[in-house]
């Protein structure tokens, strides 16, 4: 087992292990985006998520077969270099990178656009300027830091979940709320059935459901500063199954259960919906203050991933070299001050375009998140390939299913793309991605990094 960290201070807890994962699971597409899911798929979104959730946890597994054998920063751009080629670990590193830009961009725009609900004279781009330098001066402190806000801005999260589905729960089965009596789950089936919108309508959800659970993989880059990665990996990892039963399933079971899948979403948010409905008043700024700190925690993540993925990169040789300087706390002050430069371009969005800023930005990051899942599985597929059948059964930590899980998330994760091509929708992240990845290319060749040894990796 390697243990190369490039200098980085292993002081991640397992709590703080645990309530990333947690949070990095948990976001603003659920909070928000859940409702349009709804509408295409109706109760058979219940479904989506239990597939899309089964897709993420093989990812997850596959990731940390290989982080446990090697718990290095950069994670999976270190491994796709070492195991596939430079060229692929050059573009799955500053792929990734890229795609924490664009969720960054994304992130302090949906903060701008909440904020403004609070302080309607504030110009939205304020509020999204304001949001990256917070983050970005978490990020600069300790790495001990940053795992105690996103242990606090998770548990926000886990509680409001948690409390709408204990509240759900008592209006379906005792009709507490609802004058003493059942609602029973008859919604889930009386309006149009399970598949209203037959079965197309089930496919064009799951690019939604899916793009919802894009973002844990991030996992995998806290190997390199958790405290016992043998340990605190796969417990992170292994508790996932769980958590998308509880908080994806649970939370949308009992919205559909108490209201037709129809009406969901036509007032706002549809957890906003389902607190009013209990007699809650301030549902609306109770929810607003959760999906602030969802962004915030997104955004916060971003800049972490982002700093640790440009180290990876600088050690490999496919990035500057000065980007991997560490501070007296063990944090790549220059790597996480680039990762911070460019989601300032955000700003300039959100000052000259409000209103399209947050559509623009997340057009293109689903694609880019969904070739990374694709990278990871291919590379631990390269990985098993290159142990020896006694090597492979003495894992500590192995991949589901293997062979065949890895081979049916691949070709999921590739349907699911071709699903992004043929809606309408989401044909926009194809006029974003791909020249991104052409440009990446086009400048691994121009900078000749495809001439250095191999051993750099």
Request: aromatic share 14%.
């Amino acid at each position: 087992m390697v243990h190369d960290n490039h200098g980085l201070k292993r002081s991640l807890q397992p709590r703080h292990i645990r309530l990333m994962a947690l949070g990095s699971t948990i976001g603003v597409g659920l909070f928000l985006g859940s409702a349009t899911a709804i509408q295409l798929a109706g109760p058979s979104i219940i479904l989506g998520y239990v597939l899309a959730g089964l897709v993420a946890f093989i990812v997850l597994r596959a990731l940390g077969e290989m982080a446990v054998h090697e718990p290095v920063s950069g994670s999976f751009s270190h491994y796709a270099t070492r195991y596939i080629g430079p060229l692929a670990g050059y573009l799955v590193g500053w792929g990734y990178w890229t795609y924490w830009i664009v969720v960054g961009l994304a992130e302090i725009t949906a903060v701008g656009v909440y904020m403004t609900l609070w302080f309607p004279d504030v110009p939205q781009w304020i509020w999204a300027l304001s949001s990256i330098l917070a983050m970005g001066g978490i990020n600069f402190v300790a790495v001990k830091v940053f795992g105690e806000f996103e242990f606090w801005f998770s548990l926000i999260k886990v509680v409001a979940i948690v409390s709408m589905i204990a509240m759900g729960c008592g209006m379906i089965f005792f009709g507490i709320g609802n004058g003493g009596e059942p609602i029973g789950m008859s919604n889930l089936w009386v309006h149009g059935g399970i598949f209203p919108n037959g079965l197309e309508g089930f496919l064009l959800s799951l690019q939604m459901v899916l793009f919802a659970y894009v973002g844990i993989e991030m996992i995998g880059l806290s190997a390199g500063e958790a405290k016992d990665p043998s340990r605190t990996i796969p417990m992170a990892i292994d508790s996932l199954a769980w958590r998308i039963l509880i908080f994806y399933v649970g939370a949308l079971f009992v919205i559909l259960a108490i209201f037709p899948w129809h009406q969901v979403g036509q007032n706002g948010s549809p957890f906003v919906a389902m607190f009013e409905s209990m007699g809650l008043r301030e549902a609306a700024r109770i929810i607003n203050f959760v999906v602030i700190t969802a962004a915030l925690s997104s955004c916060n993540a971003g800049i972490f991933s982002g700093g640790r993925l440009l180290l990876g990169l600088s050690k490999s040789g496919n990035a500057p070299e000065a980007l991997s300087e560490l501070s007296a706390s063990g944090v790549p002050v220059k790597a996480i001050a680039m990762t911070i430069l460019l989601p300032t371009i955000g700003v300039v969005l959100n000052y000259f375009v409000p209103e399209k800023a947050f559509q623009w930005i997340t057009a293109a990051v689903t694609l880019i998140g969904l070739l990374v899942w694709i990278a990871i599985l291919y590379t631990q597929i390269c990985f098993r390939k290159s142990l020896s059948q006694e090597r492979s059964d003495a894992l500590p930590y192995r991949a589901i299913l293997w062979p065949y899980g890895s081979w049916f998330a691949i070709l999921f994760v590739v349907f699911v793309i071709g699903l992004m091509a043929y809606s309408e929708a989401t044909r926009m992240a194809f006029y974003v991605g791909p020249p991104i990845l052409i440009a990446l290319t086009v400048l691994y060749f121009v900078f000749g990094l495809h001439k250095k040894e191999r051993s750099k990796a």
